[in-house]
């Protein structure tokens, strides 16, 4: 299995920048298609982003597209979430997640295997 610690959150101000990293140990981070969800206050969890195993292909939640970036770097065990043009509604605890079919870019949370305790990303206006 694999543990995921996220970092890099904090509080920024609306159309500011912010790069949320995700730590892996355990398992060798390739075995893994890797996602980032956010749950905002009495929400449900949502799909931010996906990235395979190879990092050649991903997927976008429809509310981030254009403004955030998956990326990942297997040789440091690290996934990446660069948020760019933040704004007040992108409030929420972000969190990474990683799903053993690592060809998968699934937007469905019960498709990822192992979850970090996640980091709080907070936008003011």
């Known amino acids: 299995q694999v543990q995921l610690v996220e970092s890099g959150g904090g509080l920024v101000q609306a159309g500011g920048s912010l790069r949320l990293s995700c730590a892996a140990s355990g398992r060798t981070l390739s075995n893994y298609a890797m996602g980032w969800f956010r749950q905002a206050p009495g929400k449900e969890r949502e799909f931010v982003a996906a990235?395979?195993?190879?990092?050649?292909?991903?997927r976008y939640g429809d509310s981030v597209k254009g403004r955030f970036t998956i990326s990942r770097d297997n040789a440091k065990s690290v996934v990446y979430l660069q948020m760019n043009t933040l704004k007040p509604e992108d409030t929420a605890i972000y969190y990474c997640a990683a799903n053993s079919q690592r060809l998968s870019v699934e937007t469905a949370r019960a498709s990822y295997d192992y979850w970090g305790q996640g980091t709080q990303v907070t936008v003011s206006s």
């Open positions: 990235i395979i195993w190879s990092g050649s292909i991903t």
